[in-house]
């Protein structure tokens, strides 16, 4: 039984919790947010543990597996103290929020004993894999990638790393993922169509993204932060004779749904993975492609 924590207990960090409680070899011992009082909530409520003071937690010797579900400004921070505990670790996207301790951290990661394990849930979601089967032998040409929320919280999305980091990590996964290679061009079109409320604070509401990846497949992103139905995420995969729609293959009720409903199960199938595989390392390279992208993107986005 491996006996886990999970840091952070916004929406993703609660869905985790209750996946380390479904999964026959975990046993959720404790739960940590910054806010005290509701890490107490939620300790109640799931009948385990938690503490005022993270390092009592980090200090058991019997609690392997952290899960961190927090804000993307503290993963770093947790990371970093996980490693030197020799804790085992699933990270949430992205894996840290400034690029410039990138280099650094991987190399902390590849030195280091534990098991770590990125959150690329997107390529577990239903939808995605039946997408993924049915262009697995045929020639793409072009992948259209639609995401808008009606998420208008700017401080979140800062917290979180802002437009790229936060909303296109896995979609740029994604667009990896299908297309079986990386980016070779990338041309983004942001602060024009930015809200002037998201440019005050350094970030975009609205971004669009074409990429070609190095085997000549465009890739063409728009992401949004404005939805009238809510929220309408979709990708459409076109070749010579033929294409497929995301949408045909989920399910309708879901379809306007925000991320931790409509991919739910995603999450669970994920974590399970990284808990079975006998790796070291679960999607790291790709989260760290997808991290690198993102920078790519913002940075573009600035100096346009």
């Given amino acids: 039984m491996i006996k886990s924590c999970v840091i952070g207990l916004s929406r993703i960090g609660q869905i985790h919790c209750k996946n380390l409680i479904r999964i026959k070899k975990t046993s959720l011992r404790y739960v940590y947010d910054s806010n005290y009082n509701l890490s107490n909530k939620i300790s109640k409520k799931l009948n385990c543990k938690t503490s005022k003071n993270f390092d009592s937690i980090l200090k058991k010797k019997d609690i392997k597996l952290f899960i961190i579900a927090s804000p993307t400004i503290s993963h770093e921070f947790y990371i970093k ?71 208008h919280n700017i401080d979140l999305s800062l917290r979180n790393g802002g437009l790229f980091f936060d909303k296109g990590f896995h979609f740029f996964d994604l667009a990896c993922w299908l297309g079986k290679s990386v980016p070779e061009k990338m041309i983004v079109i942001s602060k024009s169509i930015s809200n002037d409320d998201f440019l005050k604070k350094g970030d975009f509401s609205d971004a669009v993204i074409n990429m070609r990846l190095k085997n000549g497949i465009i890739v063409e992103f728009i992401f949004s932060r404005k939805c009238k139905k809510g929220n309408f995420e979709k990708i459409k995969v076109y ?66």
Wanted: charged share 35%.
């Fill in 239 to 304: 070749g010579k004779n033929f294409s497929f729609d995301s949408d045909k293959y989920s399910k309708k009720k879901s379809l306007f749904k925000d991320y931790s409903i409509r991919h739910k199960e995603s999450y669970f199938k994920c974590l399970n993975k990284f808990l079975k595989t006998k790796k070291k390392e679960h999607l790291l390279e790709e989260g760290i492609l997808a991290q690198k992208i993102c920078n790519s993107a913002l940075i573009k986005a600035k100096i346009q």
């Fill in 81 to 151: 103290k996980l490693i030197k505990f020799k804790k085992h670790i699933y990270c949430e996207k992205p894996i840290v929020q400034s690029n410039k301790n990138l280099k650094k951290i991987y190399r902390l990661i590849k030195k280091s004993k534990i098991k770590f394990g990125v959150g690329l849930n997107r390529r577990y979601s239903k939808e995605y894999v039946i997408l993924k089967k049915k262009t697995q032998n045929k020639k793409i040409n072009i992948i259209q990638i639609i995401s808008r929320s009606s998420n």
